[in-house]
């Protein structure tokens, strides 16, 4: 209550403060634990508790995945740690996984935390150009996530209906028998959205508006342009899911029939209102992963990125294709024939730039002075990887080959090399590439190596057995597989098996990156201002940058971001803002 | 912290465009998709379903057309308290803003009685589909009225004190935004049959 | 949203405000006209009378607005382009879902609990008219 009250009067005197001007940052005065890390505006405080917000959700949705993986493995079994899996649990244990890590885990780290940390740094300014918004825009969030998890301990559980949602199972609580766990999975979403919406506008602004005099279009970072053009395409695409999102809610509270073919609805309508936002989604989660790997590649190898232009108009061509081909989700769900082959078409194009992208990055290692320290290992696993997930597409973008393919664990198996390179492949190279700017100490190297060993090692064994299970038909969303004779011909469990220790190997290995993380943040070995030598500007301000970002005044631009290795120079970088 | 103060990002414009205005444009963007996404879907179901026009005719022209007036009229305000607020006239500005205000405040008390007359003669949003759109769009809409009138009187409760006036052209687009989509829903809800 | 819109500062920086003002009451004029013509159109009973009326003049009325209260165009340029953009993509969207929503039935298949529920209610507002039509 106390708080609240607090937070009321330091609005009020919010308003008073416009006639300060720019300079009204030269004075600040201490502030206490509650202002400074809960109800800062500071883009960097709201930036790490987006990230840590996002760590603790990986931490729901590892533990899912690792409950139904073991039911599927041992059937059956009490497993350690959770006890019995029932059905029931088993389809709200497979929501939740699928739900919390696309929603609550990469669209937070990606976009939300290091759009957050980063865009104010790289383009050289104070802050975000709407603070309040923004901590509002973490607060929204905050509640979606509070509400998730209230929705595990209501009566009837948690939402089992997929990801997708798909009605009837999704829109009448006869079918789901989630009467309060599916709306309030629902409204989960649709505040979360809200929250990235507002971010997104509060992204795109500050950087059209308050970059650092100098810097031009081309000037910006890769990394920064992804997460803008991934804002965008969230703003684009989630709209008609917002009012798909309200028809449903109303189809499972009111009892309207948006989706009821018998009273005049459309179940397919659902569909398509899901996956026209569904895939630029994977998009708006993959761009940001793109640009952090060309970052790192580019500092790592010392050299200009290959191509910066190309980069960029494949990312917009990639984003504008992705609206045009998120019917290759519904190849086998009804739609019409002659729309699929439209839809495969388009598919197929779009790998196109999305290979390119890869091309650029193994054209800057080309002839580049390359040094594997921990986050470059992990941007050249990404590279490996996602580039599996992105063939293994190609297959079930061919319309004919996926009417076998559909609902898989090749399908499933194809999405895991998609999304394991961007949520956590990328995501562990920008956290040990950032690490030091944001706590100003290093990582242990060498505990780093062992986490990326272990991980990536375990990741391809989970994964390779579920295409192979895939390809011989195994079906996806299945509780006891004991229970179809076909699916358990010889070898088939061998391979869950596998794949189900596999996991608990990755999991183990996730420790590791935790101590690491923690103690090293504390303890981990001081860091200059800029330890990897790179150019842009957030490496100008100090480790870690205090309110304010660069107490030295803020920085003016003079060249692009990736001139590494100048003929001209004797040092092997050339900072944006160095004259 | 005391006061908050406004960090130097705020008061840059590199496109020259001013920031709030900026975001309002991009707020507006973001909208058409939201609003695309109700009316494809109705237009569609409308477009299969012949049989919809027998429900559609229950609906009252006279209601959607004098709200249709009273929105057109406070986006007039609207776009005179941003003349006002150019000529830093904020006490003009906010009266302007008020009136506009105003105008949201009698559009939703008459769709209440228009609502209220429906729901007694058995319309219903689960009655039919048609109203299950019906009342799903224009409530959508309604959400956007409410927001944006509780915004232009924050708003015009500055501009009366001469501060914060580009704000008044701001909150100026999302309102005449709010005007566009009823000019669209009014036909494809009262006048087609 | 616009509760954390800029300071006074940012009309200097933004180049000055240079919005120029139109005859504000007369165009809303036209608009009332516009909107008389949109309800008096569908009156006539032609059906392309109303289509030209109600959605035609919707258009028009929106294009006033955008134009005239809006000033969108005199904003830079990518404005208008990026609102197109969002209305094409709206477009791309109805056209990818129509052959399927909008349609009850395509190449080998057929939507019959959609078209049980057409032929159910066309028969039912005949026999509803049936009715009107004895009563009078
Ligand atoms: C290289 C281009 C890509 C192509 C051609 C492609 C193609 C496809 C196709 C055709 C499907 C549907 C399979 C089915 O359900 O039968 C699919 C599923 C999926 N893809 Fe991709 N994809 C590509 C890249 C990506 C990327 C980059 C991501 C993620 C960031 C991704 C994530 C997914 C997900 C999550 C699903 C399954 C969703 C579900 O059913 O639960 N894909 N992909
Ligand atoms: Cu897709």
Same mark, same amino acid.
């Given at each position: 209550?106390?708080?609240t009250a607090t937070?009321? *009067?330091?609005?009020?005197h ?8 720019p300079?009204?940052?030269?004075h600040?005065p201490?502030q206490?634990f ?8 500071d883009?960097?405080?709201?930036? =790490?508790? /987006?990230l840590?917000t996002?760590?603790?959700m ?7 995945v ?24 088993y389809n &709200? ?8 890590m696309?929603?609550?885990v990469?669209?937070?780290?990606l976009?939300?935390?290091?759009g957050? /940390?980063?865009i ?13 918004l ?8 905050l509640?979606?996530?509070?509400v998730?998890?209230a ?20 829109? *009448?609580?006869?079918?789901?028998l989630?009467?309060l766990?599916?709306?309030?999975w629902l409204? &989960?979403?649709?505040l ?11 992204f795109?602004?500050t950087?059209m508006n308050?970059r650092?005099?100098?810097?031009k279009?081309?000037?910006?970072p ?12 969230f703003?684009?695409?989630?709209g008609?899911?917002i009012a798909?999102a ?10 309207? &029939? ?19 936002f ?6 708006v989660?993959m761009l940001p ?5 060309a970052?790192?590649?580019?500092t790592?190898?010392r050299?200009k990125l290959?191509a ?5 108009y ?6 504008a ?8 989700h ?5 739609i019409?024939p002659?729309?699929?082959n439209?839809f495969?078409?388009t598919t197929?194009?779009i790998?196109?730039p999305?290979a390119?992208?890869?091309f ?6 080309y002839g580049?002075?390359?040094?594997l ?16 997930g ?18 898989? /664990?090749f399908?499933?198996?194809?999405f895991h090399?998609?999304f ?5 492949i990328?995501?562990?190279?920008? =956290?040990?590439?950032?690490f030091?700017? =944001?706590f100003?100490?290093?990582m242990?190297?060498?505990w780093? *190596? ?5 991980t ?7 994964f390779?057995?579920?295409f ?9 969303r ?7 004779p076909?699916?358990m011909?010889p070898?088939?469990?061998?391979l869950?098996i ?7 190997v990755?999991?183990?290995f996730?420790v590791i990156f ?5 103690l ?9 201002a800029?330890?990897?030598?790179s150019n ?5 301000a ?5 309110h ?6 803020l920085p ?12 001209d ?7 944006q803002?160095?004259? | 912290?005391s006061?908050f103060p ?7 414009s ?9 975001a ?9 998709v939201i ?20 429900q559609?005719?229950?609906t009252?022209?006279v ?8 929105l057109?009229t406070s ?7 941003h003349?006002?607020?150019d000529?830093?006239?904020g006490?003009k ?16 008390i008459?769709?209440s009685?228009e609502w209220?007359?429906e729901?007694?003669h058995?319309f ?6 048609f109203?299950?759109?019906y009342?799903?769009?224009a409530?959508i809409h309604g959400?956007?009225?409410i927001?944006?009138a ?6 015009a409760?500055?501009a009366?004190?001469?501060i ?23 036909p ?6 | +949203?616009? #509760?954390? #819109? ?5 009309a ?9 003002h139109?005859?504000y ?10 909107l008389?013509?949109s309800v008096?159109?569908?009156m006539l009973?032609?059906?392309?009378v109303?289509?030209?009326?109600a959605?035609g003049?919707?258009?028009?009325k929106?294009?006033?607005v955008?134009?005239?209260? +809006? ?6 340029k990518?404005?208008g382009?990026?609102l197109l953009v +969002?209305?094409?993509f +709206? ?7 129509s052959?399927d929503?909008?349609k009850h ?11 049980d529920?057409?032929?159910?209610g066309l028969?039912?507002?005949? #026999? ?6 004895k009563?009078?």
């Open positions: 209550m106390s708080s937070a009321t *009067k330091h609005e009020d919010g308003h008073d403060s416009h006639g300060h001007g300079d009204a940052h030269a600040h201490e206490n509650f202002m400074k890390y809960l109800w800062s505006t883009h960097k405080i709201i930036g =790490m508790q /987006y840590f996002g760590m603790f990986a931490l729901i949705g590892g533990f899912t690792y409950a139904f993986r073991m039911q599927q493995a041992f059937p059956g079994m009490s497993i350690p740690g959770y006890g019995r899996v029932t059905a029931t649990d &709200a244990l497979v929501t939740t996984h699928g739900s919390v696309i929603f609550w990469a669209m937070p780290v976009i939300a935390a290091l957050n /940390y980063l104010p740094l790289m383009i050289g300014c104070d802050d975000m150009v709407f603070p309040r923004n901590r509002l825009s973490y607060q929204i969030f509640v979606s996530v509070i998730l998890i929705s595990f301990f209501v009566e009837g559980g948690a939402f089992g209906g997929a990801w997708t949602s798909y009605p009837p199972l999704s829109a *009448k609580a006869q079918y789901n989630t009467p766990g599916a709306p309030m409204f &989960a979403v649709a979360e959205f809200a929250a990235f919406l507002m971010g997104g506008i509060n795109v602004t950087v308050s650092a005099p100098g810097m279009m081309f000037d910006v890769i990394v920064v342009w992804s997460i803008i053009i991934a804002s965008i395409l703003m684009a695409s989630v008609p899911l798909g309200v028809m449903m809610l109303f189809d499972q509270t009111l009892g309207t &029939a948006f989706f009821d073919p018998n009273k005049g609805g459309d179940p397919v309508l659902w569909q398509h209102l899901f996956w026209f569904g895939h630029p989604e994977v998009y989660v992963a793109m640009g952090i790997v970052e790192v590649i580019a790592f190898s050299k290959f910066y232009k190309t980069v960029l494949t990312m917009i061509g990639t984003g294709l992705s609206f045009f081909v998120w019917a290759h519904q190849f086998i769900a009804g019409d002659r729309m699929a439209i495969s078409v197929l194009l790998s196109i999305v390119e992208m890869l650029v990055y193994i054209a800057t290692l580049g002075s390359i040094r320290t921990t986050p470059m290992l992990w941007a050249l696993a990404f590279i490996g990887e996602f580039l599996l992105g063939v293994t597409g190609i297959f079930l973008g061919s319309s004919g080959a996926d009417i076998y393919f559909h609902d898989t /664990y399908v499933l198996a194809h090399y998609t394991f390179p961007i949520a956590f990328a995501v562990f190279a920008a =956290m040990t590439y950032w030091p700017k =944001m100003g100490r290093y242990n190297e060498a780093g *190596k062992v986490h990326f060993w272990g990536i090692v375990s990741f391809n064994f989970i390779i057995p579920l192979l299970l895939g390809a011989r038909g195994d079906h996806r299945i509780f006891d597989y004991t229970h179809f076909d699916l011909k070898g088939m469990q061998d869950r596998l794949a189900t220790l596999s996991l608990v990755l999991l183990s996730q935790l101590v690491n993380f923690f090293s943040m504390v303890k981990g070995e001081k860091a200059p800029n330890p990897w030598k842009t500007l957030e490496w100008v100090p480790s870690p940058p205090p304010g970002n660069f107490p030295e005044g003016t631009v003079h060249r692009g971001p990736y001139e590494y290795s100048h003929p120079r004797q040092d092997d970088y050339w900072p803002n160095a004259s | 912290m006061s406004r960090p130097i990002a705020t008061t840059r590199v496109t020259g465009i001013s920031t709030g205005k900026l309002v444009w991009w707020l507006i963007a973001s909208e058409i609003f695309g996404g109700v009316l494809g879907s109705y237009l569609m179901h409308r477009i299969g379903h012949p049989e919809w026009a027998s559609a005719a229950h009252n022209t209601f959607g057309a004098v709200n249709t007036f009273v057109l986006s007039l305000f609207a776009v005179m308290a003349q006002a607020a000529q830093k006239d006490k500005a906010a009266k302007f803003l008020y009136l506009t205000t105003l105008g949201a405040v009698i559009f939703l008459i769709k009685v209220t007359g729901i007694q058995g219903t949003i689960t009655s039919h589909t109203w299950s759109f009342y799903t769009a409530g959400v956007h009225v927001v944006g509780i915004i232009m009187l924050v708003i409760n500055d009366r004190k001469g914060d006036l580009q704000r008044v052209e701001a909150v100026g687009l999302y309102w005449h935004f709010v005007d566009i989509v009823w000019i669209f829903l009014f494809l809800l009262y006048i087609a049959k | +949203m616009s #509760a954390d #819109a800029t300071t006074p500062h940012d200097a920086h933004g180049g000055g405000h240079t919005t120029h139109y005859p009451v007369k165009i809303w004029g036209v608009l009332l006209v516009l008389a013509l008096i159109g569908p009973g032609h059906p392309i109303t289509l030209l009326t959605f003049i919707a258009f028009v929106a294009f006033i955008i134009k005239y209260f +809006m000033h969108l165009t005199v904003e830079k990518y404005i382009f990026l +969002m209305i094409a +709206m477009l791309v969207f109805v056209g990818g879902v052959p929503v909008m039935e395509g190449q080998r298949w057929v939507n019959t609990a959609a078209q529920v057409v032929t159910k028969a039912a507002d005949k #026999a509803a008219e049936g009715h009107e039509g009563h009078e």
